[in-house]
């Protein structure tokens, strides 16, 4: 989007929310040329809310990848601003500017977060998987379970995810952005409602299978309740693995340090899984002022794990 990103690394991040936040964080600490991504299929929260009152596609996982390109110092971090109280309570700012951005131009939800890229002067460019308005569906140990936030929050062994309806229209300019990119990034984040959510898509699915660039999963640190409760290493990148083309080589990037205090256990580091290419270790936990491990990715600690494996 600006001078001079032809000389730097296309880097394609395909998830959503926090996970996607911090690898784009960590990318742009390696100067990389960003692109995310990003799962449209949330349904709960201000993006819900927008859903159901407005008719558009879900903006909060775009505006949190926005907020991290711009910046937490400056107008980007005024985007995360949630209201405290009366009709907007619950509201972040920057999905309504995002809603503002799209009416003004007539719909186009791409052109809109251009515009809001170039006002905020950022580098990269947020991209949804696809501008149809879509409803993440799961069957879940037999039960059929409708909605992003249901599906985060039930707990289950044996799950099967796909989007209704089962074949949205992937968005064009995403397609292009993994043709040309030099590397594809997916994760850290939630496996079945940010990872995964994309490659239902059948657009982007195929585009990733086109698409000759190296993949890397930045696997979590540790198990999510309900959705994941349970999954260690081998489950994630199992699970991953069963949305991607068979025989595609893949790049594991695991946590291998202290465990991380957080709502799950830890992933581990055990790891047998046919087809990937590099299986790298790093102490990737951000850390509580008093030290302690947290279960969240440090983006400084990700950005010199993630650097060998982007060539």
């Given amino acids: 989007m600006g001078e001079g990103t032809a000389s730097r690394q296309q880097v394609v991040a ?13 990318l742009l600490l390696l100067d990389a040329d960003p692109t995310a991504v990003v799962t449209v299929a949330d349904d709960g929260g201000s993006s819900g809310r927008l859903r159901r009152e407005q008719g558009v596609i879900a903006l909060g996982d775009m505006r949190m990848a926005l907020q991290t ?90 799950r099967a995810v796909w989007l209704e309806p089962r074949d949205p229209a992937a968005c ?32 982007i699915a195929a585009a990733v299978a086109a698409s000759t660039a190296p993949i890397v999963y930045v696997a979590n640190l540790t198990w999510q309740p309900g959705e994941t409760a349970g999954m260690d290493l081998q489950d994630h990148v199992s699970g991953l693995r069963a949305h991607l083309p068979p025989g595609r080589p893949l790049r594991v990037l695991l946590h291998d340090g202290p465990n991380a205090a957080g709502s799950g256990d830890p992933l581990g580091t055990s790891l047998d899984v046919a087809g990937l290419d590099v299986v790298a270790h790093a102490d990737l936990a951000q850390r509580r002022p008093d030290g302690v491990a947290v279960a969240a990715h440090d983006a400084k600690r990700l950005a010199e794990a993630l650097q060998p494996l982007l060539s």
């Fill in 172 to 203: 064009p300019q995403a397609v292009a952005a993994i043709a040309a990119a030099d590397v594809i990034v997916m994760g850290p984040g939630s496996l079945y409602t940010s990872i995964i959510p994309n490659l239902l898509v059948p657009g």
């Fill in 14 to 26: 395909i998830g959503g929310g926090h996970g996607l936040a911090r690898t784009l964080e960590a």
């Fill in 69 to 158: 390109l711009s910046g937490d110092d400056g107008w980007g971090g005024l985007l995360g601003h949630r209201f405290a109280s009366g009709y907007l309570q619950g509201h972040a700012l920057g999905n309504l500017v995002l809603l503002a951005l799209i009416e003004q131009a007539d719909g186009d939800v791409v052109a809109a977060m251009d515009r809001a890229l170039t006002v905020l002067g950022a580098r990269g460019r947020v991209l949804p998987c696809t501008t149809d308005r879509v409803t993440l569906a799961a069957d879940i140990d037999g039960v059929q379970v409708q909605g992003q936030v249901a599906i985060a929050t039930t707990a289950g062994h044996h």
